[in-house]
């Protein structure tokens, strides 16, 4: 329920435009703690989480959040190597930022300003060095899972299930 609020309020007060807009001070205590909170294990308010991190990542990269990319693959990262999380945890987590990363991405990809554009083409190297070492292990997993059970689809859908 928490989260479904958050949504409906930063839809509702977070641009400067609205009638009772939520307040610099307030914003600047919000945006370095929306990425501490990844660990949403149920899959719909996961989504809802995760679609709140983009909207204002969207409205505010690169002019007042311009750390918001970095702090997304530090982010990533840091998950990826934490050894206090367990393996569950750990993708839970990492599916989490990673559907925020795609987000944004797909955001970022269809502005049309210069200014974000080039923000764009400035932290693509940056993405694909973060991302491609994922990509690698989850097929490396996937190649592993479809060597073992070649005649077990449902080990293989649970794979994808899982993923």
């Known amino acids: ?14 641009k400067r435009s609205a009638l009772h807009p939520i307040k610099l001070p307030e914003k ?11 660990d949403e294990d149920t899959p719909l308010v996961a989504l809802q989480y995760c679609l709140v991190v ?24 840091a998950i990826a190597t934490d050894p206090s999380l367990s393996a569950a945890r750990r993708g839970i987590m990492e599916n989490n930022v990673l559907y925020i990363m795609h ?3 797909k955001s970022l990809s269809s502005r ?13 190297p940056l993405v694909f060095a ?15 899972v479809m060597l073992r059970n ?6 293989i859908a649970t794979f994808f299930a899982e993923s």
């Open 103 to 105: 987000l944004f991405v």
């Open 54 to 77: 983009a909207k204002i990542a969207r409205w505010e990269f690169p002019r007042v959040w311009p750390s918001f990319a970095e702090d997304l693959l530090a982010q990533i990262q």
């Open 112 to 124: 049309t300003l210069v200014l974000e554009r080039q923000s764009l083409r400035q932290i693509t």
């Open 150 to 155: 070649q005649n077990h689809i449902s080990d």
């Open 130 to 144: 973060v991302l491609a070492p994922i990509y690698a292990e989850r097929i490396a997993q996937f190649h592993e």
């Open 1 to 14: 329920m928490a989260t479904i609020t958050l949504k409906n309020g930063i839809d509702k007060y977070w």
């Open 28 to 38: 600047e205590l919000i945006r370095p703690r929306l990425l501490t909170m990844l």
